[in-house]
């Protein structure tokens, strides 16, 4: 599942707690804050969001498209 990564760069005091954090190297320091370069390799597992004192960080997943046709098919399946 995809994870949409922002940080608030005016909480964001550049401490560099997400960077060490973070195991999939989503951070990096950008004029002294940090900046969410590898996004597509956030695994939502939310540890920055925890580690950072500022509450500057936030992780949202993002839902996926279904067509029409696979939500049908899907609510056949589940709902049956």
């Known amino acids: 599942m995809p994870y ?11 401490c560099e707690e997400c960077l060490d954090t973070c195991t999939v190297q989503v951070f990096e320091i950008r004029n002294g804050k940090s900046f969410p370069a590898n996004e597509k390799d956030c695994v939502g597992c939310e540890c920055c969001i925890g580690i950072c004192t500022e509450k500057a960080i936030n992780v949202t997943a993002l839902g996926t498209d279904m ?4 939500q049908s098919l899907l609510k056949d399946i589940l709902y049956d």
């Open 67 to 70: 067509s029409p046709t696979l």
């Open 4 to 14: 949409r990564v922002t940080v608030d760069r005016e909480k964001c005091t550049g």
